[in-house]
């Protein structure tokens, strides 16, 4: 299983991007994907988790209402929509994937891509 992240960059606060997250495969081992965050010096954070066999999403409070997942089965691409960033919204960001049940827990997720930086000046 291969995952390819990308769309990270430099934005204002305030502004917007979205990221993107190609899966090479669609199992049963990646029905789950989510999104992760690492800032410098911080533990791995959870962001948003869908999977591709129902429509549930799951957002970690500090970005809901701003940032949404989402996904094209057609492209084996599972999207992050961030409007209204802030500083602290700088991290790398990763996609994950997993079997079975949706979780916030990274140490849940066997599967990673390389991670893609974003940088929200103020």
């Known amino acids: 299983v291969q995952l390819q992240a990308s769309g990270g960059g430099l934005v204002e606060a305030g502004g917007s991007l979205r990221l993107a997250c190609v899966a090479s495969?669609?199992?049963?081992?990646?029905?789950?994907m989510g999104w992760f965050r690492q800032a410098p010096g911080k533990e791995r954070e959870f962001v948003a988790v869908i999977t591709w066999s129902s429509t549930g999403t799951w957002y970690a409070d500090g970005v809901k209402g701003r940032f949404t997942i989402s996904r094209d089965g057609a492209k084996s691409t599972v999207y992050l929509q961030m409007n209204s960033l802030k500083s602290e919204d700088t991290a790398v960001y990763y996609c994950a994937a997993k079997n079975y049940y949706s979780s916030r827990d990274y140490r849940d997720y066997p599967y990673w891509g390389q991670g893609t930086q974003v940088t929200v000046s103020s």
């Open positions: 495969v669609r199992t049963f081992s990646t029905d789950v």
